[in-house]
């Protein structure tokens, strides 16, 4: 099986509360649509440093995260992330990996949409057996 990408979009979860408050204008949240690496072996969302700076997460606290290559690196950890595919939505936390490093969009937040990846096609999709809205298990 390859590289599985999806596009998605990413917004400050944040600015959408103070939307919802009417304390900013709805034109004033701050959002992207990213194409990101579907990655089953990372648990979390990361993004890079160039999509921090433009989308202005609010840092909670610093982690360290072992990359691919063996590495292990102090990363930012943000949260208020609000993420969108299709029909699903989650808010979470991501890690800041440095410099223009590859997002990536982990099993957690896979997980809480109810999304799988389809093997034959290579393509991230809403789970078939629930369609229409994200079902957990809670066992």
Not at 83 to 88: S, Y
Not at 100 to 111: R, W
Not at 113 to 136: C, G, K, S, T, W
């Amino acid at each position: 099986m390859g590289l599985v990408y999806a596009d998605i979009e990413l917004i400050n979860g944040f600015d959408l509360e103070l939307a919802r408050r009417h304390m900013i204008g709805e034109e004033e949240v701050k959002r992207m649509p990213i194409n990101i690496l579907v990655d089953t072996g990372s648990y979390m969302l990361a993004i890079n440093e160039s999509i921090q700076e433009q989308l202005q997460f609010p840092v909670v606290e610093k982690r360290k995260a072992q990359l691919a290559n063996g590495h292990i690196v102090e990363c930012d950890v943000v949260s208020s992330v609000e993420l969108r595919f299709k029909n699903r939505q989650t808010t979470c936390r991501a890690m800041i990996l440095p410099g223009d490093a590859e997002p990536l969009l982990g099993a957690i937040p896979l997980e809480d949409m109810d999304v799988l990846i389809h093997p034959l096609r290579q393509e991230l999709i809403v789970n078939p057996e629930h369609p229409y809205f994200a079902q957990m298990k809670m066992k």
